[in-house]
């Protein structure tokens, strides 16, 4: 059976203007095998969506390191999810201000339809979440787009795994430290 590469649109968050993170998951999700169409930073909620319709990514990843990442991812996810988007989404990066894990926004984020939340850095889990979403290609039999990858192993339903940080260290290298989904 062939397999195919998942089809991923990567995005910043409405109030990020930072660009270094979305490069460097280009080249990560690149790296990976995947079909890469970003929309950069400062991108609108209504934007997002009209950008799911056609063609439809297998995968939406949200990226923020401007420590806003958990209020606009929620607002992002929410307006997927009322246009009626059933794709896997997933939200990662520095995604609060106080500069650690918030366990209560992580919950609203995935009670909201996010797939997935990853922590500033953890790249393994975005690697493990994405690989489950390596589809069979059509041609070759029925496989459709699963509407959510099982859990990483090792981890709680659908929340990935904490792994080791990654340094931030310029160049094609896996992931920086922040650039996580």
Known sequence: MRR??????????????????????????????????????????ELLVAACAEPRPDLVVIS??????????????????????????????KLGVAGRADEERRNMLLEAGCSA?????????????TAALVLADPADDDAAPMAVPPAVPGSAERVPVVSERVPVVPARVPVASGAVA
């Open 4 to 45: 195919r590469s998942v089809k991923v649109l990567l995005t910043g968050t409405a109030s990020d203007s930072h660009t270094w993170n979305l490069v460097y998951l280009r080249l990560f999700l690149e790296e990976q095998g995947h079909e890469v169409t970003g929309l950069g930073p400062c991108v609108p909620d």
């Open 64 to 93: 923020s390191v401007n420590g806003h990442g958990y209020r606009d991812g929620l607002s992002a996810v929410r307006a997927l999810r009322a246009a009626g988007v059933q794709v896997p989404v997933v939200v990662g990066g």
């Open 117 to 129: 939340v990853f922590d500033d850095g953890d790249v393994q889990a975005l690697r493990a979440f």
